[in-house]
């Protein structure tokens, strides 16, 4: 069964830092990893689709990176802002449901 | 604009109404499927459809219909909700395949009674 594992829970940093989100799973046989960003009450925003055959993404100040065999995944935010402030998930599919197998979560705050 | 929406946002009920929450989506996706949130447990899926009248059961399906009559719209029913449904729910779609991106609705907060 597939678990998806995110470390930290929750990261606290100045404005401006770089920082990177780390996204674990059990299983590699998958078909892609999804990052999402949710903000308090709010529905989940994608910002970054990693397919399998695929090593890394970058959007803005996003770079996403998977490895398949050892079963993991980054999030790498540059120049950290405020407004990066929220819960950030990773999510992976791995059959042929579609369904999408969340890890817990995030939570990141910057600092003004 | 490409999204998926759902309605009501924001409903507080009573044990054993029904009741419906929409979700429809401008993407032309075969994909659909429904989540919930709650603290502690994260996301789970409740139902999916692969396509126009094909449904099935997620991880949590029990107390929830679900129908996909039209490839737009995929509404969850609570046929008699209880206090145990109390939750947050999202609506997904996608193209067909693994390798697609999801796109999620806003959500409905629901609280029963």
């Given at each position: 069964?597939?678990?998806?594992?995110?470390?930290?829970?929750?990261?606290?940093?100045?404005?401006?830092?770089?920082?990177?989100?780390?996204?674990?799973?059990?299983?590699?046989?998958?078909?892609?990893?999804?990052?999402?960003?949710?903000?308090?009450?709010?529905?989940?925003?994608?910002?970054?689709?990693?397919?399998?055959?695929?090593?890394?993404?970058?959007?803005?100040?996003?770079?996403?990176?998977?490895?398949?065999?050892?079963?993991?995944?980054?999030?790498?935010?540059?120049?950290?802002?405020?407004?990066?402030?929220?819960?950030?998930?990773?999510?992976?599919?791995?059959?042929?449901?579609?369904?999408?197998?969340?890890g817990t979560?995030?939570?990141?705050?910057?600092?003004? | 604009?490409?999204?998926?929406?759902?309605?009501?946002?924001?409903?507080?009920?009573?044990?054993?109404?029904?009741?419906?929450?929409?979700?429809?989506?401008?993407?032309?996706?075969?994909?659909?499927?429904?989540y919930r949130?709650?603290?502690?447990?994260?996301?789970?899926?409740?139902?999916?459809?692969?396509?126009?009248?094909?449904?099935?059961?997620?991880?949590?399906?029990?107390?929830?219909?679900?129908?996909?009559?039209?490839?737009?719209?995929?509404?969850?029913?609570?046929?008699?909700?209880?206090?145990?449904?109390?939750?947050?729910?999202?609506?997904?779609?996608?193209?067909?395949?693994?390798?697609?991106?999801?796109?999620?609705?806003?959500?409905?907060?629901?609280?029963?009674?």
């Amino acid at each position: 069964k597939q678990e998806v594992t995110q470390i930290p829970a929750a990261l606290s940093v100045p404005e401006g830092e770089n920082l990177v989100l780390n996204c674990s799973f059990t299983d590699s046989a998958i078909y892609n990893l999804q990052w999402f960003r949710q903000d308090p009450g709010k529905g989940l925003t994608s910002l970054l689709l990693i397919q399998s055959s695929q090593r890394e993404q970058t959007s803005g100040r996003l770079n996403a990176s998977l490895d398949k065999s050892s079963g993991r995944s980054t999030l790498y935010i540059a120049a950290s802002q405020p407004g990066d402030s929220a819960t950030y998930l990773c999510a992976v599919i791995g059959g042929a449901t579609n369904k999408l197998i969340f890890g817990t979560g995030t939570l990141l705050a910057v600092q003004p | 604009e490409a999204q998926v929406t759902q309605n009501p946002r924001y409903l507080i009920t009573v044990t054993g109404k029904k009741l419906t929450v929409t979700c429809s989506q401008n993407m032309n996706h075969e994909y659909m499927s429904w989540y919930r949130q709650d603290p502690g447990l994260g996301l789970r899926q409740i139902y999916y459809s692969m396509n126009v009248e094909v449904t099935d059961k997620g991880d949590v399906p029990e107390g929830y219909k679900v129908s996909r009559k039209e490839k737009r719209n995929f509404p969850l029913i609570l046929e008699s909700p209880s206090p145990n449904q109390t939750s947050l729910y999202f609506c997904a779609s996608s193209f067909p395949h693994g390798l697609n991106e999801q796109f999620f609705g806003p959500g409905t907060r629901l609280t029963v009674l």
